[in-house]
């Protein structure tokens, strides 16, 4: 079982993700900025559909520095109704022709969790990172389909389904238990060939407020599996509940809760504002000097 610890008392480590052949240097922290192409996102700000909309997303995102677009079309906040597997390939074509066209360099995730949404995309667009909010659970086929295409995968830590994770989260010892789960399918992904895995603890993925406040104090200690470590805390209800706020109103949590995850590990933040994110990674950066 895994002790408290402070990123420094943690022996450097040497983080890289393969990306279509080009190793993404992960010693640095980056940003992935969010672009949801939904109507029912939890932040409001953060839906486009529009092909105008769209567009103008990404610019600003681009123009603040962002190191790879997160891009989701099947929104999984609490007690949502899922939409089809059509009209998530539907948005998501829309959103990745749009991008491709205009930006055809830059690192994209796809934020799903099927395999059928993974191939479909892999054959219209190219190479990408997959970014499963299920940790494999949700469809039987996704480790498989990520092996067979050779793909950078986000495994991330989830109890239940998005329908019904948040009605009841109980665990016996929170951390203890996300790393089994973690352990379990990591043993699955190597045994298929997948080395490139990120790590996400799942924060708001199945957690009472203070389950999210203990997996964020010991984020460190994640870092036995020697993988990176995407943190996506960015204006959710761990914020704006605990201070009587909205959505709108979380960006200032969002960057102090991001510099804490920094200073215990985290090798990529996951945000909807990625200018603030950028800054937090440069004073964190100066911190290390």
Same mark, same amino acid.
């Given at each position: ?10 022996? &450097?480590?040497?983080? *890289? ?23 029912? $996102?939890?932040?409001?700000? $953060?839906? @486009?559909?529009? &092909? ?10 681009? /123009? ?20 089809? #597997?059509?009209?998530? !390939? ?7 022709? %749009? ?5 055809? /360099? ?15 995309? *892999? ?10 909010? $299920? ?8 480790? #498989? ?7 950078? *995968? ?16 109980? *665990? ?19 045994? %298929? ?20 406040? &203990?997996?964020?104090?010991?984020? $460190? ?18 914020? @704006?509940?605990?201070?009587? !706020? ?13 510099? @804490? ?7 990529? !933040? ?5 200018? #603030? ?13």
């Amino acid at each position: 079982m895994p002790t408290q610890t402070s990123s420094m008392d943690q022996p &450097e480590q040497n983080q *890289y993700i393969n990306i279509n052949g080009h190793l993404l240097d992960l010693n640095k922290p980056r940003v992935m900025g969010i672009l949801n192409v939904t109507p029912d $996102s939890f932040y409001s700000a $953060s839906r @486009y559909m529009s &092909e105008e909309g769209i567009l103008n997303r990404v610019e600003q995102l681009v /123009d603040a520095g962002v190191d790879l677009l997160d891009v989701g079309a099947c929104s999984t906040r609490p007690g949502i109704r899922l939409v089809s #597997e059509e009209e998530e !390939l539907r948005r998501l074509q829309l959103a990745l022709h %749009l991008i491709r066209k205009r930006w055809p /360099d830059i690192p994209i995730s796809v934020d799903t969790f099927r395999s059928n949404v993974v191939r479909s995309v *892999y054959d219209a667009f190219g190479f990408i990172l997959v970014n499963d909010i $299920s940790g494999g659970d949700m469809d039987p086929h996704m480790f #498989e389909t990520v092996a067979e295409l050779h793909l950078p *995968y986000v495994l991330t830590h989830i109890q239940g389904t998005p329908e019904v994770m948040q009605q009841n989260p109980v *665990y016996q010892d929170l951390i203890k238990e996300v790393c089994v789960f973690f352990s379990q399918r990591l043993e699955r992904l190597r045994a %298929l060939g997948v080395n490139d895995v990120i790590l996400d603890p799942g924060f708001g993925f199945g957690k009472t407020l203070d389950h999210n406040y &203990e997996l964020l104090r010991r984020l $460190s200690d994640f870092r036995l599996f020697d993988l990176p470590i995407l943190v996506g805390l960015s204006r959710k209800s761990m914020i @704006y509940h605990a201070l009587s !706020l909205s959505p709108d109103q979380s960006l200032n949590g969002t960057s102090a809760l991001n510099m @804490y995850a920094l200073s215990h590990g985290a090798n990529i !933040l996951r945000v909807h504002d990625v200018r #603030e994110a950028k800054e937090c990674v440069t004073l964190h950066q100066l911190l290390q000097t």
